[in-house]
């Protein structure tokens, strides 16, 4: 049954060559916008662990 | 700005936290029960419900789903609240999730024992509890998606990312896997057959330790790693990287738990080049959590929150260069089928998942009590005594596998092979399992010291139901951080982007093994199971055979000189065409069973299945004393071919009104034929149906040729 919607479906052999040249150019962009990324920016994102409004004196240290 | 007083839920945390700790002791003794089973075959107790076919799959099952799956949901509940600066999207959706899933654990711990399996590995369970997962999984999303969409946090951490490319993909992976033909309320059979069942099955098998065991570890360890170690994560930008790249390459990797078998070359040779590639997510995401303790490596030495974390993080990386090394064929060609494999996934699970819980748990319960950790003496024993687990578990797997595989491929002088005897190649290495369940032993007494560390701290603190935070809301307008930053604030878009990115390699390896003809040759001869046959086989799946005995023949010259010397075939696409589901298996603690129709007669499966170490002495294999007692239902025999006819096996129309008739005929030949060599048996009792169905395995090819290209 399943082979026969694959089937039905029109071009399906394009389908995985579209969505293949999509992910790829992402990636090249995804590549480019990292390595050129605000420096700021990046540190504040990494800094998001830290920021969740609860009062750091409410936090026990393990030792 | 005026900042919002809201409040986080612990209570859904911490009842996660505590099922996570039984369902590990629980799922963890299980599994040295197992250990034990296979070199003292006792302990299988002669009963069906404990023997090691089916307490194998319960074993994998609870550690995975119930341990490690609870466990996961304990991490994300807690780090999605405080990364999202919101309480979860629903209160009631947190508690539908939480028993909702329990339930399911619960089912499965019944029905598996019971033996109402798919035999699918990590996929066993039957199609209702399927349906079950698939709702409370749709649950989880929901209230993640949720959650996400009301968030005071503009930009997504990544964390949040790998649970969201999480949720999306074991969706897909668990729906199109489980996709069955119900028999009756607790039977089924695959859609699929064969060489396209047993991809589907290792694509969604190979990404279940991914998007299951992996990428929601991944992102518990880019948010509690930095909170335990007190800084920054080292590469923001690696981790993004790490992220795409990962979700994107993972999913092509499947096929290399089918190297050299019926499956066709390319699939195969995709699946090792995509798993090599692998290699560089992993070694960048390993990496990324290492550096993060840079300049904190002293305290490394007196926390044991970053002495679990920095060996979790360690195993992740090992095994992540192991399995791309096990996917080269020259390795495979060694390691497939061995206890190498078993000691590749125990460094996953026992040091990345158990490990990287374990720190997370010492790290988050003292916090959610409001005390101290009640001992960190107990918790560095813990940890040594754990790592000594692992390592008592893993090097002697690493040994037996290696010596078990070159003994198969021995030959003497003359070009026979030296070991005539598989038995031989299982004996030899019991040393090895034993030493295996003293690490076990080891790795589990570590676990219950932590679960007296972490009752005594929580009896010591408060417990925190609600803790109260002030955040600032949302602002409607982004920083300027181009086009990726514009995504992180689209989380919509981002999960379509996500699931685009891990359709993109199933679809590419799956679509085509569907619908081209020549992936899969044709062989006349090969001709549905009969009625009896079809029982036997279903018999063969309930008890769990699978997991000790494989059906493929892989075209070596040391495995075609042992499984079928007088007609040297190996196993070919085309012999699986009606197998639903195929039965390949991914161990073989015994001898392959594809050519075993027609080896021995049927008096010997009869006394073997009775008391194997009577008829090979010293035989591992425990007994099975019921199926000599218990009768087949002959009422399922026309509910099962209409069910396969359904799937595409090509039984004659009306053919289920006569099938009983068949399967007596058949039924009473065998019983006679018992019956002459002095053994009395009802036609109708399982032993029967069971040596109808060995003795057809890979018998249609003797009398064949094939049409189409060979494989």
């Known amino acids: ?63 | 700005m005026e900042l919002e007083k809201i409040s986080y839920d612990n209570k859904i945390v911490k009842a996660f936290i505590i099922v996570t700790v039984i369902f590990g002791i629980v799922g963890m003794t299980v599994g040295l029960l197992a250990a034990i089973q296979l070199f003292y075959p006792l302990w299988n107790f002669d009963l069906q419900y404990t023997t090691f076919g089916r307490i194998r799959p319960l074993h994998t099952n609870a550690v995975i789903f119930a341990f490690v799956g609870n466990a996961m949901f304990a991490g994300v509940y807690y780090s999605m609240q405080r990364l999202l600066k919101t309480r979860m999207f629903s209160d009631m959706l947190s508690w539908v999730h939480f028993w909702g899933w329990q339930l399911i654990i619960l089912a499965a711990a019944i029905t598996l024992p019971l033996g109402l399996t798919t035999s699918k590995e990590y996929a066993e369970l039957e199609w209702p509890i399927d349906i079950a997962i698939a709702l409370i999984w749709v649950v989880f999303g929901w209230n993640m998606i949720g959650t996400i969409l009301k968030r005071r946090e503009r930009h997504m951490y990544v964390a949040i990312w790998f649970y969201i490319a999480t949720f999306i993909t074991v969706a897909v992976l668990h729906i199109v896997n489980s996709f069955e033909i119900p028999v009756t309320l607790f039977k089924s059979y695959s859609w699929y057959a064969g060489v396209q069942d047993a991809l589907v099955q290792w694509w969604y098998g190979h990404n279940a330790v991914a998007f299951f065991l992996t990428t929601p570890f991944l992102g518990l360890m880019y948010y509690f790693l930095p909170k335990a170690a007190d800084r920054p994560v080292y590469s923001y930008r690696l981790s993004i990287v790490h992220f795409w790249s990962l979700i994107f390459i993972y999913i092509w990797a499947g096929p290399h738990h089918l190297l050299y078998t019926a499956l066709p070359d390319w699939a195969q040779s995709l699946g090792v080049v995509f798993s090599i590639m692998l290699i560089a997510p992993s070694w960048g995401g390993m990496l990324n959590g290492l550096l993060t303790l840079r300049g904190a490596w002293d305290r490394v030495r007196e926390d044991p929150v970053l002495k679990f974390m920095v060996v979790a993080v360690t195993a992740y990386g090992m095994a992540t260069l192991e399995g791309p090394l096990l996917s080269l064929k020259n390795v495979n060609a060694i390691a497939h089928f061995t206890d190498w494999i078993i000691a590749h996934v125990h460094v996953g699970g026992l040091g990345w998942n158990g490990f990287l819980i374990f720190g997370i748990f010492y790290w988050m319960v003292p916090k959610m009590w409001g005390t101290k950790l009640y001992s960190t003496k107990l918790a560095n024993v813990h940890f040594w005594i754990g790592t000594l687990g692992i390592m008592f578990y893993a090097l002697p797997m690493y040994i037996a596998g290696v010596v078990q595989s070159l003994m198969w491929k021995e030959f003497t002088p003359d070009g026979f092979i030296t070991y005539q005897n598989f038995l031989e190649t299982t004996t030899q290495i019991l040393p090895m399992y034993m030493l295996r369940a003293v690490g076990g032993t080891l790795y589990l007494t570590g676990v219950f010291i932590m679960t007296y560390n972490l009752i005594k701290t929580a009896y010591a603190g408060k417990f925190v139901a609600n803790e109260e935070a002030e955040v600032a809301p949302m602002t409607r307008t982004a920083a300027s951080g181009g086009w990726h930053h514009a995504l992180e604030g689209k989380p919509v878009l981002f999960t379509a982007l996500a699931l685009v990115a891990i359709l993109i390699g199933g679809i590419i390896e799956l679509v085509p093994t569907f619908l081209i003809k020549s992936n899969v040759p044709t062989i006349a001869s090969v001709k549905p199971y009969t009625p009896l046959e079809l029982h036997g086989r279903d018999i063969y799946i309930r008890e769990g055979c699978v997991g000790c005995h494989s059906q493929m023949v892989r075209p070596f010259r040391s495995e075609v000189q042992r499984y079928d010397p007088v007609n040297g075939e190996y196993s070919k696409a085309g012999e699986f065409v009606y197998d639903h589901p195929f039965l390949w298996g991914s161990k073989r603690t015994g001898p392959d069973l594809h050519r075993t129709g027609g080896k021995y007669a049927d008096s010997w499966h009869y006394r073997h299945m009775l008391a194997p170490g009577d008829v090979s002495n010293g035989s591992i294999m425990p007994a099975y004393p019921w199926l000599y007692e218990q009768m087949i239902d002959k009422e399922e025999t026309p509910g099962k071919i209409s069910a396969l006819r359904t799937v595409g096996v090509p039984y004659a129309e009306g053919y289920e009104e006569t099938a009983n008739d068949d399967l007596d005929k058949q039924a009473a030949r065998i019983s006679e034929n018992l019956q002459m060599e002095g053994y009395e048996i009802a036609p109708e009792a399982e032993i029967v149906a069971l040596i109808a169905y060995l003795q057809r395995l890979g018998i249609d090819i003797q009398s064949e040729k094939v049409a189409g290209v060979p494989n």
């Open chain 1, 1 to 63: 049954m399943y082979k026969d919607i694959l089937k039905n479906i029109d071009n399906i052999a394009i389908w995985p060559t579209i969505s293949f040249v999509i992910f790829f150019l992402f990636f090249l962009g995804l590549l480019w916008w990292v390595f050129t990324a605000d420096k700021v920016y990046l540190s504040n994102m990494s800094d998001k662990p830290f920021e969740d409004g609860v009062k750091k004196d409410t936090e026990p240290d393990l030792k």
